[in-house]
């Protein structure tokens, strides 16, 4: 079992930036890909960013130049760097990791972008 815990979300005025952090714990060996998704009311959840363990990185049109997606193989955290937000970036954003094939979720961080 692998746990996951987002900290970072908050509210941020358009333009503004935050830094999303996902600890992972547990079985955290074999984890192969480590991503962030988002949720916004109404809509679907949809890929921002994923990493894989062997570096290779792909974001998500809507956010692409925005981002950026990181991890810390020492601390077993995930972040995402996000810069100038906008109000249609408000949502809930996921960490997602999979771990042998089997995926993950944590709990979610809510970021709202609004003056």
Not at 7 to 26: D, E, F, I, W
Not at 49 to 61: E, K, L, P
Not at 86 to 96: I, N
């Amino acid at each position: 079992q692998v746990q996951l815990v987002e900290s970072g979300g908050g509210l941020v005025q358009p333009g503004g930036s935050l830094r999303l952090s996902c600890a992972a714990s547990g079985s955290t060996f074999g984890i192969d890909y480590m991503a962030w998704y988002r949720q916004a009311p109404g809509k679907l959840r949809a890929l921002v960013a994923g990493m894989t363990i062997s570096g290779h990185i792909n974001y998500s049109d809507s956010m692409k130049g925005r981002v950026t997606i990181s991890r810390d193989k020492d601390k077993n955290t995930v972040y995402l760097e996000m810069n100038n937000l906008k109000p249609e970036d408000t949502a809930v954003y996921y960490c997602y990791v999979t771990r042998i094939g089997r995926p993950y979720w944590g709990q979610g961080t809510q970021v709202t972008v609004s003056s």
